[in-house]
């Protein structure tokens, strides 16, 4: 299935990009599907990927659980799952780059434009966000980063957006691993990289959330806004990358 190197190489990145989400409150999920995309076949990517977020995100709920902002959850959640269950019954083929250029600009929006207004901080904000974050995981491999920001825009506290923030991921995750099942994936095969790759994201977030305690809110507030915009960044030239011999008019 895969070499011993490249098992161990997985297990290694995934300490560690667990490590960057729980002292940044974002970007290693994306950092790691974007590896793993490169080196496992395409059929096995989403769904692995899926399953080892989905125990990174436990392990950080678990420890961090006292600093859930569990409101939030209660409603996001729900309301997410619609989105996704609305978007498959649409079936609506958006265009890719459409999508990841409008979500580029809605994560440089929501971190470095002006305050979420008040009546988005109330139920029908966490409705809408929802809504729109669980209709967009359907046709993006990862909502992680506009999910953080969304959750960040309602927090000034580092540990209660972390911890809000993993525990809404974990439930979002959560159903992609039942999809995959009914859909024909034999996670059996993949269990032991799996399981391992969970394990040393345990690690990872161990080591980040004291990390995370160290720091103060002003410095994680300049972690999460250099992690989220260079994510938007790379989604920017990802989906205008396509045409830019167009526009400079150099042909092939």
Known sequence: MINEALFYGLVLLSAATSLLTAVAGAGGGAVLIGV???????SAVIPVHGLVQMGSNIGRTGLSWKHIHWPTVAWFVPFGLLGTFI???LLVQLPTHFLQITIALFLIWLTWGPKLP???RGRAGLVGGG??????SLFVGASGPLVAAFVKARFSQRMQTVATFSAVMTM???PKALVFGIAGFVFQDWLPLVLAMIAAGFAGTWIGLHWLKKITDQRFDQLFRLIITLLALRLLWVALEPFVPALTGVTS
Not at 36 to 42: C, D, E, R
């Open 131 to 136: 809504l729109v974050t669980g209709f967009i």
């Open 87 to 89: 978007g498959s019954l």
């Open 36 to 42: 793993m995309a490169l080196v496992l076949p395409g």
């Open 118 to 120: 008040q009546s988005f």
């Open 172 to 174: 979002q995750h959560a």
